[in-house]
C-alpha cells in the first residue's frame, strides 16, 4: 500500500489546526497552546505533564518493553503580520520581549508540526497491538529562539522521563504535499543572530554638520556586511548573512543618536562562523571609526543554534520505511538547506540518533501546472506573511510519516 492512510485522518484534526492557527503564541508564551495539547493529550488517555522548560509538554505512551522514541512538535509562533486572506488567519497582537506590541502569526507552520504529533498519537494510542516500548511526545517551546529545545533538557527532561532510543521529528515547508524529504549529515544550519547599537550624536535636520549621524553610519554598515560572504569567505561554503531589522530615528528633522542592527547568520563549519563573526565586528567597528563616532558600537548576542546532523544509519533507516510505505516517488533528498533548527539539541543531550525530515505542505496542484508549463513555482517561503500550508493532503501525510517512524523504531 501506498500513500498516506486517509483512515488515521481523524475529523477533529483540521479544526484544531485552524483554531492554533488563529491563536498564535509568542515564543515560552504558549500557554494556550500548551493547555489545547494538554487536554488533547488527556482526553486520549496519555500521561501528560505540563510546564516542562517553560510551557513545554511531555506526553508519555508506555506499551511494554522496547526502545522509546522521542516524537517532537515545537509550539511557538513568530512576531509576523499574516496575509495569507485564510478565513481562519491570525489577527493576534501581543508584548514581545522587548515591551513592544507585534502582530503573530504561525508563519512557519508549527500550529501543522503539533497537529500532525497529536493526530499521530491517537493512532498510536489505538493501534498499541502494532508496535511496543515508549513513545515520548515531546511539545516544545521556543524553537524560534533556539532556546527551547535546551531549556527542555535543563529542566531535566531526560532525568524525568527516561533517554530516548532515537529523536524523530518533521518540519512542513513548501515542497509538494504528500512529499517528505530527508538529508543525511549536517542538514540544517547553525545560526547567530546579533543585535548591533551604532552610536553617534544627535541633531537638527537642518544642522547635519553637528551630528554623527547613526543613519548613514547604519546604511554603510549594511552595504558593507554584504562584503563578508562575498569577499571574506569560500563560494564553496555555505555562509548567509542577513540584516533583518534596522532602527533609527523618530522624526524626518531630527538626526537621532543612535541606531540598531539585528543581523543573522547561518553558517555550517565552526572555522567559517569564526571568521564570519570576526569579520562582522571588524566591519561594524571601522564603519563607525570612520564615521567618527563618539564611543563603539556594541555587538551582543541575541540567539544561537546549533548545526543539524541528521544522523546517517537513522535517516537511511527511516527514509526505507517510508519508501515502503508511501513509494519511493514520495521521498526524495533535499540537500543541505540554510534554515535552522534546535531539535538537534535533544538527540546530542541524549545521545540518541536523531532523523528530521521534511514535509511536504504545498499544494501539488501548482507543481503540476507548472511541470506542465515548463517552469518552476515561486511560493511563500516559511516566515513570509503569506505562507500557510494546505491542511489536506499536509496533515493526513504528517500524521502517516511519524506513525511510520514511530512504528519501524519499536519493537
Known amino acids: 500500500m501506498t500513500g498516506p492512510d486517509t483512515s488515521h485522518t481523524a475529523p477533529w484534526l483540521a479544526d484544531f489546526y485552524r483554531d492554533l492557527h488563529r491563536h498564535p503564541e509568542l515564543s515560552f508564551a504558549e500557554t494556550r497552546t500548551a493547555d489545547r495539547i494538554a487536554t488533547k493529550l488527556g482526553e486520549l488517555g496519555i500521561d501528560t505533564t505540563t510546564g516542562v522548560g517553560g510551557t513545554g509538554v511531555v506526553g508519555m505512551i508506555r506499551n511494554g518493553d522496547g526502545p522509546t522514541a522521542l516524537l ?8 509576523v503580520e499574516e496575509k495569507t486572506g485564510l478565513p481562519y488567519a491570525s489577527t493576534v497582537r501581543a508584548t514581545d520581549p522587548d515591551g513592544r506590541e507585534v502582530p503573530v502569526a504561525h508563519a512557519c507552520g508549527h500550529d501543522m508540526h503539533v497537529t500532525c504529533l497529536l493526530g499521530a498519537l491517537e493512532v498510536l494510542v489505538n493501534e498499541q497491538d502494532s508496535w511496543s516500548g515508549t513513545v515520548m511526545a515531546v511539545f516544545q517551546p521556543a524553537e524560534e529562539l533556539g532556546s527551547g529545545s535546551q531549556a527542555m533538557v535543563d529542566d531535566s527532561l531526560f532525568e524525568r522521563f527516561g533517554t530516548p532510543d532515537v529523536v524523530l521529528g518533521q518540519h512542513v515547508a513548501p515542497l509538494p504535499a504528500g512529499m517528505l524529504a530527508a538529508h543525511p549529515g549536517p542538514a540544517f544550519a547553525g545560526a547567530d543572530s546579533l543585535r548591533v547599537l551604532l552610536h553617534g550624536t544627535g541633531s537638527h535636520g537642518s544642522m547635519p554638520q553637528e551630528s554623527v549621524d547613526p543613519v548613514v553610519m547604519a546604511a554603510a554598515t549594511v552595504l558593507r556586511l554584504q562584503t563578508v560572504v562575498s569577499r571574506t569567505v569560500a563560494p ?20 537621532p543618536d543612535h541606531a540598531e542592527l539585528k543581523l543573522n547568520i547561518r553558517t555550517y563549519d565552526p572555522d567559517v562562523r569564526t571568521r564570519v563573526l570576526d569579520s562582522i565586528t571588524r566591519i561594524v567597528e571601522a564603519e563607525a571609526a570612520a564615521s567618527n563616532a563618539p564611543k563603539k558600537p556594541e555587538i551582543s548576542p541575541i540567539d544561537s543554534f546549533p548545526v543539524l546532523v541528521n544522523d546517517g544509519d537513522a535517516v537511511a533507516r527511516t527514509t526505507a520505511a517510508f519508501r515502503r510505505r508511501f513509494g519511493d516517488d514520495k521521498v526524495t533528498d533535499p540537500g543541505a538547506g540554510a534554515t535552522s533548527e534546535d531539535v538537534g539539541v535533544f538527540a546530542t543531550a541524549s545521545g540518541a540518533p536523531i532523523c528530521y525530515w521534511i514535509l511536504g505542505g504545498a499544494d501539488p496542484a501548482i507543481f503540476a501546472k507548472a511541470a506542465a508549463a515548463g517552469t518552476t513555482p515561486v511560493l511563500p517561503p516559511n516566515h513570509s506573511p503569506y505562507y500557510a500550508p494546505v491542511i489536506e493532503p499536509t496533515i493526513t501525510m504528517g500524521v502517516s510519516a511519524l506513525v511510520t517512524a514511530a512504528r519501524d523504531w519499536l519493537d
Not at 517532537?72 to 512576531?79: G, K, Q, V, Y
Not at 561554503?237 to 532602527?247: A, P, R
Open 236 to 255: 564553496t561554503d555555505t555562509v548567509v548573512v542577513t540584516v533583518g531589522s534596522l532602527q533609527a530615528g523618530t522624526k524626518a528633522n531630527v538626526i
Open 72 to 79: 517532537r512538535a515545537d509550539m511557538d509562533a513568530l512576531p
